[in-house]
């Protein structure tokens, strides 16, 4: 078959990956001059099994209504986007009781453990550096209380998924991360995760793009679609800017702003662009960087070493499809990260990061949407939100062996469109 995949961020790229394996003629395109140019671009770079969590967590709610407004918040919920995100926001708070968001934990958790085992055997089959570290992530916390509730996640997680987890105090999660020993005495304790990894998303999606261009990939780069052609009641072509392209089936990846094309057809995604931050610092030679990927749990922060870099990550704004980078926020997100680094705090200079934002593709339960739209011609890989990094090896074979005809290796319920009636 001739498949188009709309779209060059990590979904969009690993789904043509796995579609060229299964032999089919790929086309790839995007809007942009080059790959992961969006929400792929500057990502925390953690896959992370461990962090499979929907965010509409049953405690998290009243801590969301707290930050309404509050520009320091991890949440930003911007009152003009309010009405916007009526039937999503209610579907959010719908989807945060606990029988729900401990299914939807369970079904990222599947679709993350068999990601991470697919880039291992990627890794395997071709050469590819996208200065990736298997060796575990942490994650710390400051109050008990959110301790107990990350022991009974990663139990949750276990169980569903077989995450491992190893429970630390103080003391060890400072042998296991020295840097941190500047804020031992504020823990109350840590989670290792063995199995997750961590990668720069960009490098990977831009050489595997490069691989899949020498595999036969028709790479269409700095071509935006703008319509979808239904004829006889199956989208039979696009419309870009230059022309027009036609293939037997289209697969749309185009992150958060999938739900406009996919309108055009008819297809409504309960989608929401949430915006993140990412700061990166060089650290080359300075004592106090972090070797191990660590998620700051109380501060909503991610903090991961690529090579000689740090990239601090975190923040979730609810401001529509606006992409720009806000001095405060960001800076937030950097002063957060760094307090737990005194010394690295101390010696590092800021003003050489590079800042940076954009917008997630948030599903209003948690899990990404894929597989058939419910119009013949038409699939859909998106909605990845916080996990589309851990997700995408995962999510792109999932997709590619849908589309073939063969059957999905793991479990799909609560992954495609129809969960929602
Ligand atoms: C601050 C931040 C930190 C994050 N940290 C992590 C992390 O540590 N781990 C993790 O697993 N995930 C993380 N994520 C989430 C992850 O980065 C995203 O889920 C993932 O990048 C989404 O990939 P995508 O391919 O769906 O979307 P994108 O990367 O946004 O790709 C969509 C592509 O579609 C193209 N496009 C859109 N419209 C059109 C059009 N009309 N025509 C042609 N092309 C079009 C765009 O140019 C873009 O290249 C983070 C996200 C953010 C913002």
Sequence with gaps: MHITVIGGGLV?????????????????????????????????????????????????????????????????LRP?????????????????????????????ARLAVYSLALMRELEQQVAIDYTQRHQGILKIFRSAEELETARADSALMATAAGVRHEALGPEQVVEREPALAGIE?????????????????????????????????????GESVRQLNRHDGRIRSIETDTGTIEADVFVLATGAE????????????????????????????????????????????????????????????????????????VETVLRQGLANFPALAAEVDTATADRWACLRPMTMDGPPILGESGIPGLYLNTGAGHLGWTFAAGAGRLVADMISGQVPAIDT?????????
């Excluded at 995760?193 to 831009?206: H, K, N, V």
């Excluded at 700051?296 to 609810?318: N, P, W």
């Design 12 to 76: 969009g790229v690993t789904t043509a990956w796995y579609l060229l394996d299964g032999g089919h003629s790929v086309t790839l395109v995007d809007r942009a001059e080059e790959l992961a140019s969006e929400a792929s671009h500057a990502n925390g770079a953690m896959l992370h099994a461990s962090h499979a969590e929907p965010w509409n967590t049953p405690r998290a709610i009243g801590q969301f209504l707290r930050w309404i407004g509050r520009e320091d918040s991890p949440l930003l």
């Design 80 to 108: 003009r986007e309010i009405p916007r995100l009526a039937g999503w926001g209610l579907g959010f708070l719908r989807y945060s009781r606990a029988r729900h968001h401990a299914r939807n934990t369970a079904v990222n």
């Design 185 to 221: 005495s504020d823990l109350s304790g840590g989670f290792y995760y063995p199995d997750d990894a961590s990668g720069d998303a960009r490098l990977f999606c831009q050489r595997l793009g490069t691989l899949a261009a020498e595999r036969g990939l028709d790479l269409r780069l």
């Design 258 to 329: 999938a739900p406009h094309l996919a309108s055009q057809a008819g297809v409504r995604l309960p989608i929401r662009p949430v915006k993140g931050y990412s700061a990166t610092l060089p650290v080359a030679g300075l004592a106090g960087a972090p070797r191990l990927p660590i998620i700051d749990d109380g501060r909503k922060v991610v903090i991961t070493r690529l090579g000689d870099q740090l990239r601090i990550a975190g923040t979730a704004e609810f401001a529509g499809y606006d992409k720009s980078v806000r001095p405060n926020r």
């Design 413 to 421: 319920t609560g992954l495609t469109l129809d969960r929602y009636g």
